[in-house]
């Protein structure tokens, strides 16, 4: 038993071919007149191609502080005197040319609401604008090789069927005996409102239509109305009425509803083309009837009075032309069935974006605008998407289904024809913020570029069959009215005709049956009769020979010709289309070369403005500089002055202050001798008491120290930095670290400089477990704990003054050694001028030996030291030069 086969999906049909060619999306500009209400403008035509805008007053500036000024450029602008006709020729006219030739087309008017887009796409009575005056140039090309009425036909499924004579005279029959609005014609009445849309003197006809086809016009008329899609050619679309229904299923009385309009769906065709699935497709036969029938769904499209317009549209209107067209048979009489070309011009009217602040909408009006400005929206991102994947070489999927107007025109930007767009702008100050908007969408909308369709091929037949067959009739017609036969009329009534001119036939009554002359003669005339029509039989079938031959002979002749021509068209349409390939790249060059002229316009401007602020900021520059050096200069002078001031100041305060401590301390000095003396003399007398037998010690005689000399240079400091309070006051700072006593006692560095001077005085410094040194190492460091500093330099009184200055020495974390200075000794010596003399005990009383010895102290002090007072830390100083003895 075998398994039944699996049905598969039907393959669906290639996608049409395009060309590798890309032709840019056309946008042209149109600039409505300021109304006389308003007073500012802010759009200025600076050339056919590049308008500017201005910021009125009141609104956002740069920072200089200046409006801001921007440019856009288009393929064309055309200001407030431009008229409609102008417009129709550059913008709308070349896609009626390709509508006649096979191309489909889009064009679409864009902009704020009140800035001209029906006034453009519909015009007014005696300023037809871009619909009727298509409608005109298509009828006025292709009028005389339109076909009879119903002869193509629509099969409802975005094609077109051909019948035959028979069926399109049936259907004729049928639709006129239905009772069916008459269609319009130039004899019945016109609308006046549409009338006279479009002179006798402006109108104009297409070239190298192909006159051997036959042509039929369609025309539908949609809007899509919050997103929905409503045919406006639908009889009784929002006027039907019906009844509620009860439960029995019979109508109810008195109460009925209005029925809402249906709402058409889109849909794709076998060739992947989108159309409105049942939408009305009217055949129209002359451009008044075509004008007629948009009039009459213009009066049903959905229009409020809004406060920016008093009759603004709320939906996209489109209107569809569609053009079929067949080519004649080899005989040039009848319609070949199965090459019907067909194409289609769509004149998009879009609804103007707004702002709801600016219309007070509210409810429904609120609600259309959102839905309008939404669908606007979509448009723009799918125009922004096609251009980031043709620029950058991106594959991002381009949101069509978003909205039913880009949906319904995708085939058009994936290479099913041109795209042109007209840009609608009011120079009003009040529309400023949303033209700009508009301006930047359509400055991007200029760099996505729509791939080129092929051209339809050729049906390959002789041209010119149409002429020839029209030429053929009326020759046959000629000559049968030169023979006073009927004219159009077949060859077998021809010879009809020519029968006639035969020898009458004689009576033939027989009246008695012996009669033998009547029927002989009867016999004879019809033999006559016969021989003379086979003569002229055979006459007209050598004439019809002879003529076959010759005609024969002449399509031979005129084949080949046309086989010439036709080579030569080809190779003419070669050479056209590179004219038109480097047209192309001409006009691409050139606006390349504007746009490179406009910035190196906009470079030269900023680079001026900036060498002009670099030559102000040199000069403040160069004027603050010297303002600065003069300051500089006479601050210095102040600063010499003032150190001049304070050092003379300080001088004489120095001076002053050394001339008040040297009085203070030998004050202080002569007090402490004193009672040193005194405390001497109380020792000796306790002494003498213990020990009367001991003899009284000689008095010990003080050497005077030898003079310093006088000018000494003053020793160079260390390297090290470090701290120098007062003489008189120290600093204690505790250490961080020190090395134990116990270990065998304190270590010092004796630093003295190679330069210090020996005095040779009897008292000096005595420090044990010294490292003496000339300049310090971190070797000597790291064996001592302690740290002296010998320093010399000359005092105020000029004599020599020497500083012992100690510290602590402590391991640093990272392996080294450091040094903290924690006190200061100052040594000064002095020469004395005072003789000592012996003090003798055999002077006067008690009182006078006393002062004597008072006295005597005070000479016999010749040396002073300064030491701090209670000082453990430095070495120790013997006042009576006795050696100190070193601990056990």
């Not at 008229?83 to 040319?97: C, G, I, M, N, R």
């Not at 210095?636 to 150190?643: D, I, L, P, V």
């Not at 007090?671 to 003899?695: C, S």
């Amino acid at each position: 038993m075998t398994k039944p086969a699996k049905s598969k999906t039907p393959r669906r049909p290639p996608l049409k071919k395009t060309s590798n060619q890309k032709d840019p999306v056309g946008v042209y500009c149109r600039v409505r007149p300021l109304g006389r209400e308003d007073e500012e403008c802010c759009i200025e035509v600076i050339s056919s191609s590049t308008i500017q805008l201005h910021a009125p007053e009141g609104f956002k500036v740069n920072r200089n502080g200046e409006y801001k000024e921007t440019q856009y450029s288009f393929k064309k602008v055309f200001g407030v005197l431009v008229s409609q006709t102008e417009l129709f020729e550059s913008v709308a006219k070349p896609l009626v040319d390709d509508l006649i030739h096979g191309r489909n087309g889009l064009l679409f008017t864009y902009g704020v609401t009140g800035s001209g887009k029906t006034f453009t796409m519909t015009g007014s009575p005696g300023l037809g604008g871009l619909l009727p005056r298509s409608l005109d140039m298509l009828f006025n090309s292709i009028g005389p090789f339109q076909a009879k009425r119903y002869v193509f036909k629509s099969d409802d499924k975005n094609g077109i069927e051909v019948q035959n004579e028979v069926d399109a005279l049936l259907e004729r029959q049928r639709r006129e005996n239905v009772c069916v609005p008459k269609v319009a014609s130039s004899r019945q009445k016109v609308d006046p409102e549409i009338a006279d849309m479009i002179k006798l003197a402006e109108a104009c006809k297409a070239d190298d239509v192909d006159e051997d086809s036959s042509y039929s016009v369609f025309v539908s008329y949609i809007e899509i109305y919050n997103n929905y899609i409503y045919d406006l050619l639908e009889e009784n679309q929002e006027d039907a009425i019906r009844p509620k229904w009860n439960g029995g299923g019979t109508p109810m009385r008195q109460n009925t509803e209005f029925m809402p309009p249906q709402s058409k769906i889109l849909r794709e065709d076998q060739n992947h083309n989108m159309y409105v699935a049942g939408c009305m497709e009217v055949e129209v036969k002359s451009a008044e009837e075509a004008f007629q029938v948009f009039w009459k769904g213009q009066k049903r499209r959905k229009v409020a009075n809004t406060r920016l317009n008093r009759e603004s549209s709320r939906s996209h209107s489109v209107f569809i032309i569609k053009l079929a067209q067949a080519p004649l048979d080899a005989d040039g009489d009848s319609i070949l069935q199965n090459q019907v070309a067909v194409s289609q011009l769509c004149l998009v009217d879009l609804a103007g974006s707004e702002r709801t602040g600016r219309t007070g909408a509210e409810g429904t009006r609120i609600r259309e605008a959102g839905n309008i400005n939404q669908s606007l929206l979509t448009l723009r991102t799918c125009i922004e998407i096609l251009r980031e994947n043709q620029m950058c070489g991106t594959n991002r999927m381009v949101p069509y289904r978003d909205s039913k107007v880009t949906h319904l025109f995708k085939n058009y930007f994936d290479g099913e024809g041109k795209v042109k767009m007209i840009v609608c702008v009011n120079p009003k100050a009040d529309d400023y913020e949303e033209t700009l908007l508009v301006m930047r969408f359509a400055e991007m909308t200029q760099e996505v570029e729509v791939a080129r369709p092929m051209d339809r091929p050729i049906c390959g037949f002789t041209p010119g069959r149409r002429n020839r067959n029209q030429a053929f009739k009326d020759e046959l017609s000629r000559k049968l009215e030169e023979r006073g036969g009927p004219i159009d009329r077949d060859i077998p009534s021809v010879l009809n005709l020519a029968m006639h001119s035969l020898p009458p036939i004689p009576t033939a009554e027989v009246t008695d049956a012996h009669d033998d002359i009547t029927l002989p003669r009867l016999i004879e005339a019809l033999q006559n009769r016969h021989r003379i029509r086979q003569t002229m039989l055979e006459d007209y079938n050598k004439a019809a020979n002879t003529m076959t031959s010759l005609l024969q002979k002449l399509d031979s002749n005129i084949n080949s010709k046309e086989n010439y021509i036709h080579e030569q068209n080809g190779k003419l349409l070669e050479k056209d289309k590179i004219i038109q390939n480097n047209k192309a790249e001409i006009e691409r060059l050139e606006k390349k070369a504007k746009m490179l002229e406009h910035k190196i316009d906009i470079l030269q401007k900023t680079t001026k403005i900036y060498e002009d602020d670099k030559r102000s900021l040199q000069h403040e520059l160069e004027t603050g500089a010297q303002r600065l050096q003069r300051e500089l200069s006479e601050k210095r002078r102040m600063e010499q002055r003032m150190q001049g001031a304070v050092t003379d100041t300080q001088h004489k305060w120095e001076k002053e202050c050394e001339r008040r401590v040297n009085a203070m301390q030998q004050q202080m000095q002569n007090k402490l001798w004193v009672k040193d003396e005194k405390l001497k003399q109380l020792k000796a007398i306790v002494t003498e008491g213990k020990t009367p037998g001991r003899p009284e010690p000689p008095p010990r005689q003080t050497q005077p120290k030898p003079p310093p000399p006088r000018e000494e240079q003053r020793a160079p400091l260390p390297a090290k930095r470090s701290a120098s309070p007062s003489p008189t006051t120290s600093t204690p700072v505790r250490p961080l670290h020190r090395r134990s006593r116990s270990a065998g006692g304190e270590k010092w560095v004796d630093h003295k400089p190679s330069s210090s001077l020996d005095l040779g005085t009897v008292l000096q410094p005595i420090i044990p477990n010294a490292i003496k040194v000339s300049a310090p190492n971190e070797k000597a460091l790291s064996k001592c704990d302690r740290y002296v500093l010998t320093h010399q330099e000359v005092a105020s009184d000029g004599e020599i003054q020497t500083q012992l200055i100690k510290g602590d020495v402590m391991k640093t974390r990272g392996g080294g050694q450091a040094v903290q200075f924690t006190d200061i000794e100052t040594l000064k010596q002095q020469l004395t001028t005072i003789e000592c003399r012996k003090r003798k005990s055999s002077e006067g009383d008690s009182g006078d030996q006393k002062g004597g010895s008072v006295a005597d102290v005070e000479k016999r002090c010749a040396v002073a030291m300064e030491m701090k007072a209670g000082s453990t830390m430095g070495p120790g100083l013997e006042h009576h030069c006795i050696t100190k003895r070193r601990k056990p």
